[in-house]
């Protein structure tokens, strides 16, 4: 059965970013994740908003953000949704952690800490980027 | 809001606290590198921050090459938990020079 533990929307900045790694940082840990998890599943979301404000809305502050999160038996999903067009999906790849340079970890921490992500839209509309953390038995 | 540097013992400590993030990064980016263009070494005290993310990572390794470039110090002292959990994520805690304390860095012990 699937249960939306809640729904956020925040102005696409990154000084609101603090509200929003708050909210998360609560959920996991309501939902039982450990400490370290907890941290480690805050940065990945935090990371994709970053990356829409910065690649999707190009640092237009007056755009937003909506983030669900949703809990079945087996994990924790989280909705971040955009109204920014279409992400060029072949180009949302992580970089390859062996290379030392400034740019391009935000993806790589999201893919090594998250069990599942994927854009379940992404047209007209915005896109919808979707992320799973297993539960722990 | 702009980050303390304190000058040392020929060092110059960027005093990074608080949340390092997209908001505050760029903020840590000026920080570090207004050292850098002084050609002082540098050491960058981590122990005040609670979270920091790729932006914040991103300064320091910036900052890490251009000293590398320059032949200039640069390390990482006091390093939370948090932000070596983020540094381990990104395997960067293999490659930066960390040190416990500033002190430990002025007798080279590790």
Known sequence: MLET????HIFAQPERLKQLRYVIHETTRQVGFQPQEQDNIVLAVDEACSNIIRHAYHNAPDQEIRLTIFRNDHALI?????????????????????E???????LYFIHQIMDETAYLECGESGN??????YLKP | MSFPIEEKSGYAVVYLSGEVDLSRSPEARKAILSCLRKKVN??????????IDSSGI???????????KRKIDFALVGVSDN???????????????IYPSFAARLSGGM
């Open chain 2, 42 to 51: 540098l050491l960058v005290d981590l122990s005040a921050v609670a979270y």
């Open chain 1, 78 to 98: 989280f909705q971040l949704q955009d109204d920014a067009p279409c992400a060029d999906i072949a180009k949302v790849l992580p970089r390859d952690p062996e």
């Open chain 1, 128 to 133: 919808t980027l979707q992320m799973i953390k």
């Open chain 2, 58 to 68: 991103a300064c320091l390794v910036e900052g890490y090459q251009i000293s590398r």
């Open chain 1, 5 to 8: 533990l809640t729904e956020i």
């Open chain 2, 83 to 97: 932000a070596m959990n983020v540094l381990r994520l990104a395997r960067l805690d293999q490659v930066f020079p």
């Open chain 1, 100 to 106: 030392v340079r400034p740019g391009g970890l935000g």
